[in-house]
């Protein structure tokens, strides 16, 4: 575990890792503990094994049920999180991957294609951060091109087509702020999918599986019903970028300030109506257990498609309109 | 030797200049020329040595573009609150009631019904004075309620867009005013509505990246900063020099993102021939 990417707040985990690892090497050298022979020396040092990994569950709890809301901004983060593509192994069968926007490229940064899960055939569309260094880089850390989201919006209008619904996992810092990216027309692209999806006859999932920044992570969230994973984020902004220009400065006091003040956690979220559901993720966050993190979201995926798939088209695309319709926070005055 | 060897340049008084009133006169940023305030206010407050365009509030935009008497403000009666409870250096109540006091308004969009040289239309325009023209609940909505009387009454709709972009201060909500503002335009759109966008400097962030972008028709003043990232941001990701003229007017029109760039001048008649090209 020593590789494993440390979070500041992890420290205590780390402390008690080290005395655990002790403890056991101790255990080793007192010759184990065995229902055949045991000295009692090594079972009071097995005992004192147990006692330290119960606590280290427990302080795994707790620490993870404590977090700030710029220590959540850190855990959507984390380098081990399971991302788009990895969801798509743990949950989906016979991926059939489709690549470009048929105008400009394919942008590794958004994922598309056509997937099973459970007994539905949908359609998977999601933001990919990439994992090796080189995957990295041509993902640019998730942020995608405008041709990305014109990618996004060509496959769900074949989803469309064919009556598949869709699912769409959201996970970027934000698009991509570069000279082509501008040229190109990122704010027409992104602005485009957000009228197109609203009127996509076809029910629309969406999952925030670690970082929902602004308007990159709107332009494939405009869905019937949309949750986060419990440690995600889902901003207008980005704490850093928050600090910088409302604090002058971007540090941790001032991140951590801002996060604060942003209400990006899945509960602050759910609270103001912008999502419909917090999934749960497994004890000490999903980069700890992917496959029960994928779990869950499959979960919330068989019980959502059924309800929706229930809905004509009409009311379908209604429902989404008073969704968004309804939201923003507004009060009528007597007069001007 | 005179008396004047013996000075020292911080005995020095030099005569006051006779005081010139606050403000009657102003250098233009573009030709740097004394441009007397009236004149440039007359001009519709463009620099009358170089046509440089002076940003202007929401009111002002409006007596520009309406034919005279023939505005109905609406939706002026919506107030923002705060939901998020949002504090940074100032509180947000604080900076909203000195934003309305100065701003005598409640938020940052004027919108109504009035006549573009005698054809009726449904105007919303933000206002950069409120929070730099920044998107939150109320002015989302603003928009939306315009959207969808245009929709009803089958109006041309005009948004003149100047903005900073999603207000922080209203966070997850402001940016659900993106998605809002521009299903209504979907629904506008299905029944075949005018839609004119008008871009001014700057329009930049979450208003571009949703119903700023969505014209019909959309027509940019010259030199305006139009835009999804600021360039301040897009230099500090790419780390070297943008172009030149990069993200304003003429060089997103050349990218092929804004239909027209016209000068402040001829807006009126242009958005007369846009609704006329479109037989509304």
């Not at chain 2, 315009?146 to 909500?173: F, H, K, N």
Request: net charge neutral.
């Amino acid at each position: 575990m020593s590789s494993f990417y440390q979070l500041e707040f992890e420290k205590p985990l780390l402390e008690l890792d080290r005395q655990i690892e002790e403890a056991e090497a101790d255990l080793k050298r007192a010759g184990g503990v065995s229902p055949e022979s045991s000295s009692p020396d090594a079972l009071a040092i097995g005992s004192r094994v147990d006692a330290l990994r119960a606590r280290r569950a427990q302080t795994l709890i707790d620490v993870y049920s404590n977090l700030t809301a710029w220590e959540v901004v850190q855990v959507a983060r984390h380098p081990k999180r399971p991302q788009t593509r990895d969801y798509i192994d743990l949950l989906c069968r016979d991926f059939c991957e489709l690549h470009g926007d048929r105008r400009f490229g394919d942008d590794p940064a958004m994922v598309t294609g056509f997937a099973r899960i459970g007994p539905h055939r949908v359609l998977i569309v999601g933001h990919q951060k990439g994992r090796t260094t080189q995957e990295k880089i041509a993902c640019h850390f998730g942020c995608a091109h405008p041709e990305g989201y014109r990618k996004a919006m060509l496959k769900m209008k074949l989803a469309e087509k064919f009556r598949l619904p869709i699912i769409t996992f959201v996970d970027t810092p934000g698009a991509y702020p570069g000279i082509g990216a501008e040229e190109r027309g990122q704010a027409e692209a992104i602005a485009y999918n957000l009228r197109e999806m609203s009127d996509l006859r076809t029910p629309i999932l969406s999952v925030v599986i670690g970082e929902g920044g602004s308007g990159g992570a709107l332009g494939i969230a405009v869905a019937d019903r949309v949750a986060m994973m419990q440690y995600a984020w889902y901003s207008v902004i980005s704490p850093e970028g928050c600090a910088a220009i409302l604090w002058k400065q971007a540090n941790k006091t001032t991140n951590t300030a801002a996060a604060e003040s942003l209400k990006l956690t899945a509960a602050d979220n759910l609270r103001l109506g912008i999502i419909d559901r917090v999934i749960t993720e497994p004890v000490g966050a999903a980069h700890r257990d992917p496959a029960a993190a994928a779990k869950a979201i499959e979960q919330w995926i068989l019980v959502s498609l059924p309800e929706l798939e229930r809905l004509n088209a009409d009311e379908l695309i209604a429902r989404r309109y008073d969704r968004f319709r309804a939201m923003g926070a507004v009060t009528e005055t007597a007069s001007a | 030797m005179t008396q004047t060897a013996n000075r020292t340049w911080t005995e020095v008084k030099t005569p006051r200049r006779a005081v010139i009133p606050e403000g009657l006169w102003l250098r233009c940023p573009s030709c740097a020329s004394m441009v007397y305030r009236k004149q440039m206010e007359l001009n519709l407050h463009c620099c009358p040595e170089c046509n440089h365009h002076f940003r202007i509030g929401a009111d002002e935009r409006i007596r520009q573009l309406v034919d005279q008497d023939t505005f109905e403000p609406m939706f002026q009666n919506l107030a923002p609150s705060d939901p998020l409870n949002f504090v940074d250096l100032k509180g947000y109540p604080e900076r909203l009631a000195a934003e309305q006091k100065r701003a005598k308004a409640l938020d940052g969009c004027r919108a109504g019904t009035g006549f573009i040289k005698g054809r009726a239309a449904v105007l919303a325009c933000l206002d950069l004075h409120f929070m730099m023209g920044s998107m939150g609940s109320v002015v989302g909505e603003i928009v939306t309620r315009s959207i969808e009387l245009a929709t009803e009454r089958d109006l041309p709709l005009i948004v003149v867009s100047c903005s900073g972009g999603a207000r922080m201060q209203e966070s997850g909500l402001s940016l659900m005013q993106m998605a809002k503002t521009s299903a209504a335009l979907a629904r506008f759109d299905r029944k075949g509505g005018l839609y004119i966008s008008v871009l001014t400097d700057p329009t930049t962030g979450g208003v571009t990246a949703s119903f700023a972008m969505l014209g019909d028709v959309i027509i940019a003043e010259p030199k305006a900063l139009i835009g999804f990232a600021g360039p301040r941001v897009i230099q500090q990701t790419i780390r070297q020099e943008l172009p030149e003229g990069f993200q304003r007017s003429e060089y997103v029109q050349e990218s092929g993102f804004v239909d027209r760039v016209v000068p402040r001048s001829q807006l009126r008649n242009e958005l007369a021939r846009v609704i006329d090209y479109a037989g509304k």
